[in-house]
């Protein structure tokens, strides 16, 4: 069998990780990459990615040449968390007959917060043959698949609790400046206002995952407020320095309410000076199952692998737009990817 051919589309801080791991795995080619960043375009993906050679791929920002010229089995997108922005770039993929993994928060599981696009993908996907899946660390692993999984051991659920606490020191600096790290409480709110801090994209959509997994019909799924995070002593990042009183990061909770009691609550919190980072999941029931993972896993260092994993399942996989539920017990490729397929 033929390398898998796999094409970048957004060759951002994320896309830039994964180009890398793919570069350095077997059975696997980069055919061809797209951004629209005009610092990029026009330049070859070594180049781009800051390594010291030329790959001899250059990125472009008109799709549709790429993938008629490189053919690519998989397109790798990683552009933007809301599905108004992706929805049309991921249509561009499918037309072309060429699967699509995107770390797209809110295409994790559409199906519950927009239910038209996810049928109109879908259809779209069975059309042109083609499997879209989106996926990341959280949402799409640690908040949702893995819980699905911990509830394969229970005979009866009351209720799931799941929590992400994480250092943000140990995380870039975008993502750093994304939870407000450093504001005053005042500027923090003024952010949250003009929708400059948005909070954590993807806790409804593993709320609706975890529910449809487990064939349970929610009355509503409640998104709380974002909370700053205010630091009680001084903290710092290797670009941040936080001191006691301002805001140190964010927390958010949400919860899936079913018959009028809490069954599904969520609560993810990223700021800097974390002493304890971990991901826990409490299930309530027969047997009652506690997990803890510690420290948490690592963002970036996690979304790469679960992208990357997800190629040879999304490749082998039916056609139509697919959640981390309905694929196959995830799980790490790191031998030749042909032979994972
Ligand atoms: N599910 C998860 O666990 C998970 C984990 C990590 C990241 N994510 C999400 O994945 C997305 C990408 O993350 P990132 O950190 O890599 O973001 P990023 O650094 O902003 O990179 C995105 C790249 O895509 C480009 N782009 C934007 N719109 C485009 C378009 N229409 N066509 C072609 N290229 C386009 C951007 O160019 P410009 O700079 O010119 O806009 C940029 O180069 C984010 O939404 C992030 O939240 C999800």
Same mark, same amino acid.
């Given at each position: 069998?033929?390398?898998? @051919? %796999?094409?970048?589309?957004? %060759?951002?801080?994320?896309?830039?990780?994964?180009?890398?791991?793919?570069?350095?795995?077997?059975?696997?080619?980069?055919?061809?990459?797209?951004?629209?960043?005009?610092?990029?375009?026009? @330049?070859?993906?070594?180049?781009?990615?800051?390594?010291?050679?030329?790959?001899?791929? #250059? &990125?472009?920002?008109?799709?549709?040449?790429?993938?008629? @010229?490189?053919?690519?089995?998989?397109?790798?997108?990683?552009?933007?968390?809301?599905?108004?922005? #992706?929805?049309?770039?991921?249509?561009?993929?499918?037309?072309?007959?060429?699967?699509? &993994?995107?770390?797209?928060?809110?295409?994790?599981?559409?199906?519950?917060?927009?239910?038209?696009?996810?049928?109109?993908?879908?259809?779209?996907?069975?059309?042109?043959?083609?499997?879209?899946?989106?996926?990341?660390?959280?949402?799409?692993?640690?908040?949702?698949?893995?819980?699905?999984?911990? #509830?394969?051991?229970?005979?009866?659920?009351?209720?799931?609790?799941?929590?992400?606490?994480?250092?943000?020191?140990?995380?870039?600096?975008?993502?750093?400046? @994304?939870?407000?790290?450093?504001?005053?409480?005042?500027?923090?709110?003024?952010?949250?206002?003009?929708?400059?801090?948005?909070?954590?994209?993807?806790?409804?959509?593993?709320?609706?995952? =975890?529910?449809?997994?487990?064939?349970?019909?929610?009355?509503?799924?409640?998104?709380?407020?974002?909370?700053?995070?205010?630091?009680?002593?001084?903290?710092?990042?290797?670009?941040?320095?936080?001191?006691?009183?301002?805001?140190?990061?964010?927390?958010?909770?949400?919860?899936?309410?079913?018959?009028?009691?809490?069954?599904?609550?969520?609560?993810?919190?990223?700021?800097?000076?974390?002493?304890?980072?971990?991901?826990?999941?409490?299930?309530?029931?027969?047997?009652? &199952?506690?997990?803890?993972?510690?420290?948490?896993?690592?963002?970036?260092?996690?979304?790469?692998?679960?992208?990357?994993?997800? &190629?040879?399942?999304?490749?082998?996989?039916?056609?139509?737009?697919?959640?981390?539920?309905?694929?196959?017990?995830?799980?790490?490729? #790191?031998?030749?990817?042909?032979?994972? =397929?």
């Amino acid at each position: 069998m033929d390398e898998v @051919k %796999v094409a970048l589309y957004g %060759v951002g801080a994320v896309g830039s990780l994964i180009a890398k791991s793919l570069l350095e795995k077997k059975g696997v080619k980069i055919v061809g990459a797209i951004d629209a960043a005009k610092e990029k375009v026009g @330049k070859d993906l070594g180049e781009v990615l800051g390594l010291n050679r030329k790959i001899g791929i #250059t &990125i472009s920002s008109d799709v549709d040449v790429v993938l008629s @010229k490189t053919k690519p089995d998989i397109a790798i997108h990683a552009t933007s968390s809301y599905l108004k922005d #992706t929805y049309p770039q991921i249509v561009s993929i499918v037309k072309h007959g060429v699967n699509v &993994i995107s770390t797209c928060e809110e295409l994790s599981y559409p199906y519950y917060s927009e239910p038209k696009i996810a049928k109109e993908l879908d259809r779209l996907a069975k059309k042109h043959d083609v499997t879209v899946l989106g996926t990341g660390i959280n949402p799409g692993f640690l908040m949702d698949t893995l819980v699905i999984t911990l #509830t394969a051991a229970c005979q009866k659920i009351e209720k799931i609790e799941a929590a992400r606490v994480m250092d943000a020191a140990t995380r870039r600096l975008p993502f750093q400046r @994304k939870i407000g790290a450093g504001l005053t409480v005042e500027e923090f709110k003024q952010k949250i206002e003009k929708r400059e801090i948005t909070g954590h994209v993807g806790l409804e959509q593993s709320i609706a995952m =975890i529910a449809a997994a487990l064939a349970w019909k929610l009355d509503e799924i409640r998104i709380d407020p974002v909370e700053p995070v205010i630091a009680k002593e001084p903290a710092e990042s290797e670009f941040i320095k936080v001191d006691a009183g301002k805001v140190a990061g964010l927390r958010q909770t949400a919860r899936g309410i079913r018959k009028g009691k809490e069954v599904i609550v969520l609560d993810f919190q990223a700021y800097i000076g974390a002493k304890e980072e971990y991901d826990a999941i409490t299930i309530t029931g027969v047997p009652t &199952i506690k997990q803890r993972i510690q420290p948490c896993v690592h963002g970036d260092a996690g979304t790469v692998a679960i992208i990357v994993n997800s &190629i040879p399942k999304v490749l082998k996989a039916s056609a139509g737009l697919l959640t981390m539920k309905d694929l196959p017990v995830p799980s790490a490729v #790191t031998e030749d990817m042909r032979k994972y =397929i």
